[in-house]
């Protein structure tokens, strides 16, 4: 009994805001909602043993909902997650990734370091959530190994030809030269992983520098996106006491 009694009194704080809640709202509402829907998954290392478990829970019903409603290109519904590894292992995700999209969902995922990803979902699975992205932008970038990883995902490698020459000369009374040629394709990245290292750190006068690659535009792009698009892109937070 004590053992149970312990248990729920980590969520007493999160049914005393939800009894707060002016407005309730469900799973089933969201998606009844018209355009835009859109849900952001945050993440509170503070609160783990309160809310951290709810919202795991509601992001599994919601996937599942998500991946259960009829194919669309028009009834559109984008789901933020930021600092990806922060929110624990989704379960849901890697079916939401894949199935989802032809239901009209549109996923943003933040993440900070492969390594991160890996240590929470596994190599394999980490890899494939990553490898789904159709669309990837990357930033400054401390850590060398996924600075090499986020290169190779946004620029790639291009081929090219390079043309190689060789001399051979022999000696005696037979002495022959002789002059070989060749072109063999070689491939380089496109993107250098210092490159990312080298960005410039943000900040409201020089903005937020990164390298970008889409599905349509398939060649990578460097651009700064201003301080005064980002005030305007991020929109203002709920005042609601039982927003997760």
Known sequence: LATVTSKLGNLRQ?????????????????FNEAQPKVLSVRS??????????LARAI?????????ERP???????????????NHGRLRG????????PSRGARWYLGVHSEQGI????????????????SAVAGFKLNDPTTQKYAATLIGGDIEGIKPEFSFSNSSGPNAQSSVTTGNPIRTHATILSQELGNLEPASRESGLTGFFRSADQPAPWKATLSAEFI?????????DPGCI
């Open 59 to 67: 992001f599994t019903l919601f996937t599942r909902q998500l991946c």
């Open 71 to 85: 194919e669309t290109t028009t009834d559109l519904t984008h789901i933020l997650a930021d600092e990806l590894r």
């Open 118 to 133: 890996f240590a929470e979902y596994g190599q394999h699975r980490g890899q494939e959530i990553l490898g789904m992205a």
């Open 93 to 100: 995700l890697l079916n939401g990734l894949s199935k989802s």
């Open 231 to 239: 005030d305007y892109a991020l929109g203002k937070p709920s005042e």
């Open 44 to 53: 509170d290392l503070t609160k783990e043993a309160t809310f951290m478990p």
């Open 14 to 30: 999160a049914a005393m805001l939800w009894h707060k809640c002016e407005r309730k709202y469900s799973i089933h509402d969201f």
